[in-house]
Nanobody
Framework: QVMLHERGGGLVQAGGSLRLSCEAS????????VAWFRQAPGKEREIVAR???????HYGDFVKGRFIISREDAKTTVALQMDSLKVEDTAVYYC????????????WGQGTQVTVSS
């Protein structure tokens, strides 16, 4: 497992932007598939975006071109750029990682709150 820490959450108005960062404290993330999940109050956790070891990105249907997941040059960080935020994007956002050969995400950050106001 790898220790993950999210940064960048906060309060933003609808239509605004936030950039979340997921940083590994003790190793490179280049050998890990990394994903961002979110969970809103009373709702199930859902996947927002994921990036493979090879760099391919996938997004939840609700993203619709508004978010970009990327690996930073530092190699210990995966970012989630969120633009055109909506009130319904309000949730706790978590990053998760799994080593390339594993099928389950087994490393999780503590989460960061994103609140979008109308």
């Amino acid at each position: 497992q790898v220790m993950l820490h999210e940064r960048g959450g906060g309060l933003v108005q609808a239509g605004g932007s936030l950039r979340l960062s997921c940083e590994a404290s003790d190793r490179s993330l280049m050998e890990y598939h990394v994903a961002w999940f979110r969970q809103a109050p009373g709702k199930e956790r859902e996947i927002v975006a994921r990036i493979t070891v090879g760099g391919t990105a996938h997004y939840g249907d609700f993203v619709k071109g508004r978010f970009i997941i990327s690996r930073e040059d530092a190699k210990t960080t995966v970012a989630l750029q969120m633009d055109s935020l909506k009130v319904e994007d309000t949730a706790v956002y978590y990053c998760a990682a799994r080593y390339r050969a594993l099928s389950e995400y087994d490393s999780w950050g503590q989460g960061t709150q994103v609140t979008v106001s109308s």
